[in-house]
């Protein structure tokens, strides 16, 4: 949990701020705002699930809300954040991307995370990622790990043999909290991914490290795989060893708890405060600068740019998570901004961007070091 007395913000209402103000650089809007334009149909009574950690329920909220309003039928990508009162005295920020499968989605709400602590005041932050790959993948992994939980069960605490008659992650979830000696020698689940499970977390990897964010591959960050496949993560403060944020990819629930295909990956940050109402942002309608890129490398190299632009204090709109680059330019803001800002693979391989003028269609070529100045004298 991120405690509010650690950072340099001074409460709640300041942390809410900086919260959305780097959601909304990153193209995060608010997530009941977007479902609000979009058409309801009645939900049918969810199916049971399986957590195996008490926090995975939370994501069941967001799900179910996609879920009445169809969004599996939508081909637009959904990028929203919520905030959530929890307790009298916690709340939960999250981050949401649905429509996609590309792990630009969870590339994406590890930035704005990551970008958010820095500024906060916590700029020693890692993440450790694991991966149950896919369901095939994860049917032979949890089959050995079954075996070897059962085979160990005379030296594992009795909650945890409690927990094996129910679900295999939920008992090796809690045998990593209480004796992580004893859960390094279980199966890890990446020895067992297959051609498409290593393609996406190999995906992401390359993402963060073009966005410069550190991680590290962990097995025990572990979930229920009722709940999650594919990719799982955790962002922790290196200097206070605290957990900070949690989340992952998690297809599956849709499917098993409302019966809809819905690609998402949340994040979640709890925090010690209560969170009533909060100030929405005000959508700037003139911006000054869009932002297209093509192919993944140019991604990889425009995370990085965002996360320079926000903390220069520049606002770019952009759809990020999108491949195609006429769908991106098609975009009426792309029309009506004075400058799109271009990364290709030419650029990516440069370290440098283009610089277009929207009016006079002259463009320039601006190495990705000095284009925070560049665009401020631009915006003058």
């Given at each position: 949990?991120?405690?509010?007395?650690?950072i340099?913000?001074?409460?709640?209402?300041?942390?809410?701020?900086?919260?959305?103000?780097?959601?909304?650089s990153?193209?995060f809007?608010?997530?009941d705002?977007?479902?609000?334009?979009?058409?309801?149909?009645?939900l049918?009574?969810?199916?049971k699930?399986i957590?195996?950690?008490?926090?995975e329920?939370?994501?069941?909220?967001?799900?179910?809300?996609?879920a009445?309003?169809?969004t599996q039928?939508?081909?637009?990508?959904?990028l929203?954040?919520?905030?959530?009162?929890?307790?009298?005295?916690?709340s939960?920020?999250t981050?949401n991307?649905?429509?996609?499968?590309?792990?630009?989605?969870?590339?994406?709400?590890?930035?704005?995370?990551?970008?958010?602590?820095?500024?906060?005041g916590?700029?020693?932050?890692?993440?450790?990622?694991?991966?149950?790959?896919?369901?095939?993948?994860?049917?032979?992994?949890?089959?050995?790990?079954?075996?070897?939980?059962?085979?160990?069960?005379?030296?594992?605490?009795?909650?945890?043999?409690?927990?094996?008659?129910i679900?295999?992650?939920?008992?090796?979830?809690?045998?990593?909290?209480?004796?992580?000696?004893?859960?390094?020698?279980?199966?890890?689940a990446?020895d067992?991914?297959?051609d498409?499970?290593?393609?996406h977390?190999?995906?992401?990897?390359e993402?963060l490290?073009?966005?410069?964010?550190?991680y590290?591959?962990?097995?025990?960050?572990?979930g229920?795989?009722?709940?999650?496949?594919?990719?799982?993560?955790?962002?922790?403060?290196?200097?206070?060893?605290?957990l900070?944020?949690?989340?992952?990819?998690?297809?599956v629930?849709?499917?098993?708890?409302?019966?809809?295909?819905?690609?998402?990956t949340?994040?979640?940050?709890?925090?010690?405060?209560n969170?009533?109402?909060?100030?929405?942002?005000?959508?700037?309608?003139?911006?000054?600068?869009?932002?297209?890129?093509?192919?993944n490398?140019?991604?990889?190299?425009?995370?990085?740019v965002?996360?320079?632009l926000?903390?220069?204090?520049?606002?770019?709109?952009?759809?990020?998570t999108?491949?195609?680059?006429?769908?991106?330019?098609?975009?009426?803001?792309?029309?009506?901004?004075?400058?799109v800002?271009?990364?290709?693979?030419?650029?990516?391989?440069?370290?440098?961007?283009?610089?277009?003028?929207?009016?006079?269609?002259?463009?320039?070529v601006?190495?990705?070091?000095?284009?925070?100045?560049?665009?401020?004298?631009?915006?003058r």
């Amino acid at each position: 949990m991120l405690n509010l007395k650690d950072i340099t913000i001074r409460n709640t209402k300041e942390f809410i701020e900086e919260a959305i103000n780097a959601a909304d650089s990153f193209g995060f809007s608010n997530l009941d705002n977007i479902l609000n334009k979009l058409p309801s149909k009645r939900l049918k009574a969810a199916n049971k699930v399986i957590h195996a950690n008490p926090r995975e329920k939370n994501f069941l909220k967001t799900v179910r809300k996609l879920a009445t309003k169809n969004t599996q039928k939508t081909k637009e990508h959904i990028l929203g954040y919520s905030i959530n009162k929890n307790k009298e005295s916690e709340s939960t920020f999250t981050l949401n991307v649905a429509g996609t499968n590309n792990p630009i989605s969870e590339a994406t709400i590890i930035a704005t995370a990551y970008t958010l602590l820095d500024n906060i005041g916590i700029p020693d932050t890692t993440v450790h990622i694991n991966s149950l790959g896919t369901h095939e993948s994860f049917t032979r992994y949890i089959r050995d790990l079954t075996k070897y939980l059962k085979k160990i069960s005379k030296d594992t605490p009795l909650q945890v043999r409690a927990d094996l008659a129910i679900s295999p992650l939920r008992a090796y979830a809690r045998l990593c909290n209480n004796n992580k000696d004893l859960a390094k020698g279980c199966p890890q689940a990446i020895d067992y991914l297959n051609d498409d499970g290593r393609s996406h977390l190999w995906g992401l990897l390359e993402y963060l490290e073009g966005a410069r964010i550190p991680y590290v591959l962990d097995n025990t960050v572990t979930g229920s795989g009722d709940f999650f496949e594919h990719t799982m993560f955790e962002i922790w403060d290196d200097k206070k060893d605290n957990l900070i944020a949690y989340g992952g990819r998690h297809n599956v629930l849709s499917r098993k708890a409302f019966n809809k295909n819905i690609p998402i990956t949340t994040l979640s940050i709890d925090i010690n405060g209560n969170v009533n109402k909060f100030k929405q942002i005000k959508e700037d309608k003139n911006p000054t600068f869009y932002f297209a890129q093509l192919g993944n490398n140019a991604k990889k190299l425009g995370l990085k740019v965002l996360r320079d632009l926000h903390n220069a204090g520049i606002k770019v709109k952009h759809t990020i998570t999108h491949k195609e680059l006429t769908k991106q330019m098609s975009n009426p803001l792309a029309k009506q901004v004075p400058f799109v800002i271009i990364i290709g693979q030419k650029e990516a391989l440069t370290d440098s961007v283009i610089v277009r003028d929207t009016a006079t269609h002259k463009q320039k070529v601006v190495p990705t070091k000095q284009l925070v100045r560049y665009l401020k004298k631009l915006q003058r």
